[in-house]
Structures are given as C-alpha cells and as structure tokens.
C-alpha cells in the first residue's frame, strides 16, 4: 500500500463502507423500536472499523471491534433488555424539528470549513515532504504503526495515559457503586 | 479529495448524531447518540493523522500517529462514559420507573 495513490477497490470500499456507516447511523436516530436502533449501532461500528482498516490503522480497527462491537454495544443491549418493559418505544422531543435545522447548518457549516474554508495543501503529507519523508512516514503508518503508537503512549502521552486508567477504574468503582443494590 | 471525504462523512456522523442526542427523549437512545458522535470524531482524528503533517514532526516522526493516540484516549473515555451512563440509566429507572430524560427533573426546580 502507499500513501499517495489509491486503486479502484480502496474507492469503492469507501462509498460502499459511508454509505453503509451513514444510513445505519440515520437509522440508529430515527426507528422507532429503540432494540433495532440498537442493532443498527452495531452496523456503524462495523462501518467505522472498515473506514479505520482503509485509513491503514489496524490497531484502531481491531480496537473498534473489541470495545464497542464487543462491549459496549452489548452493555447498551442489555440496558434496553432491562428497562424494556415500559414499552415506551423511541419518543422525541416536541422541538426535534428547530434540532434537526441546527444538526444540518451544523453539517453545512462544517463542509463549507472542510471544502472551501482550509487550504489543505500546506499541510498534506503528499504536498510538503519530500520522498525519503514520504517513505518514512509510509513505514510509520503501514510498518511500525503498534510499536511508535506504544512509544508516544508511553513516553510523550504517560500523563494522559496514566489519568485516562485512573478515570476506567473511577467509572467501573462508581458504576458498581450505582446499581448496587441495596 | 481524500482528506476531505473522511472529513465530510465525519462531519456527517457528528451531525446525526447531534440530531439524536438532542432531540430523543429516552436516555439510551441519547447515549447511542452520543456514541454515533465519538465515533465522527474519531474518523476525523485518523483521518487528520493520516494525511497532515502535525507541527512536532520536525522533532520526531512518530508523531505521525498523534490522531491515534487521541482515538485510543476517546474511545477509552467513551468507554467509561457508556458503563456510568448506563448505571445512572437503570439506577433511575428503578427509583422512578421511568427512562425519559424529561422524567429527571428534580435539579431543574
């Protein structure tokens, strides 16, 4: 794989893998019965680890898989299982409507910023390094992406890494500490 | 072209679900919102990572990977905010026998 061009397959992996990621999300927020929205939660994740796979961070990807296909889609299933029986379905607000207007000025706004608001060219890999920085920067990312991303974990980010556990095990205690029952 | 498409459709992800926390009156259904969020903004961060060149680069190169180790952090992040949440969910839901947001009002007086 390199960093510049990209084949037909990796393109079309990318439409379909949006696509995929964008309808399940849509529905995720509109079907009414909220298991379904759960299971279609399931679908975006997929869809994001596939996005992680072709952005070339299998680590990410693999990561993806395990927390939020793994647990915590399952923790959100087993939550909707427990309070199911109200049967409440998958109510709105009154006002979703002013919401959804400033969801999609949001979005508009945001690739108006993207498309025509940056100048990316100075700051793209492809534009600004020359080819032996380009091939450095491709065995970072293909090659040696676990080992450097347990470096700056480890050594530039161990503040930030060691907080980061301090708040799992905070949450796990207080999440014990809330459903217990008593 | 490349960047911006990851761009966008993160954009996108973030809007949906920006739509969906706000406007849902279940609490899951905003939880699950929230995390169509987390998962936008990861998108950008690899993406962002993959195709820029971060300041620090003239120092060393593996700081590269800079969007990864913000992805790991969030998704550790959302993590915890998932199992608190979802305890504070059914924490309520046996107390009052409701799980609308607009059912939990006692700070709102």
């Known amino acids: 794989m390199s960093l510049t061009t990209e084949s037909f397959a990796i393109q079309l992996a990318f439409w379909v893998l949006s696509f995929c990621t964008v309808i399940s999300a849509i529905a995720v927020v509109q079907i009414q019965d909220l298991f379904r929205s759960a299971l279609f939660l399931i679908v975006t994740f997929l869809g994001i680890a596939g996005l992680f796979v072709l952005l070339g961070a299998e680590f990410l990807a693999g990561v993806q898989l395990m927390v939020y296909v793994g647990a915590i889609s399952v923790l959100i299933i087993f939550a909707i299982l427990m309070t199911r029986d109200l049967e409440e379905g998958n109510p709105s607000h009154s006002f979703r409507i002013p919401v959804a207007i400033v969801a999609i000025l949001f979005m508009l706004f945001s690739i108006y910023a993207i498309t025509v608001g940056t100048n990316w060219d100075s700051r793209l890999i492809s534009e600004t390094l020359n080819q032996e920085q380009q091939t450095e920067a491709g065995k970072i990312f293909f090659a040696d992406s676990i080992p450097n991303l347990a470096n700056l974990l480890l050594t530039d980010f161990v503040l930030a890494f060691e907080l980061v556990s301090v708040l799992l095990l905070a949450a796990a205690v207080g999440a014990l500490a809330l459903v217990r029952n008593r | ?100 947001v607009t059912d939990a009002k006692e700070l709102n007086r």
């Open chain 2, 1 to 100: 072209m490349t960047l911006e498409r990851f761009l966008i459709l993160g954009a996108i992800l973030f809007g949906i679900g920006l739509y969906g926390a706000l406007s849902k009156k279940h609490a899951i259904a905003v939880l699950m919102s929230l995390e169509i969020m987390f998962n936008g903004v990861n998108l950008t961060a690899v993406a962002l990572s993959r195709y820029t060149v971060p300041q620090a680069f003239e120092t060393a190169s593996k700081f590269l990977l800079t969007g990864h180790v913000f992805t790991v952090f969030i998704i550790t992040v959302a993590a915890a905010e998932v199992a608190l949440g979802l305890a504070i969910i059914i924490a309520i839901y046996r107390t009052r026998q409701s799980v609308l």
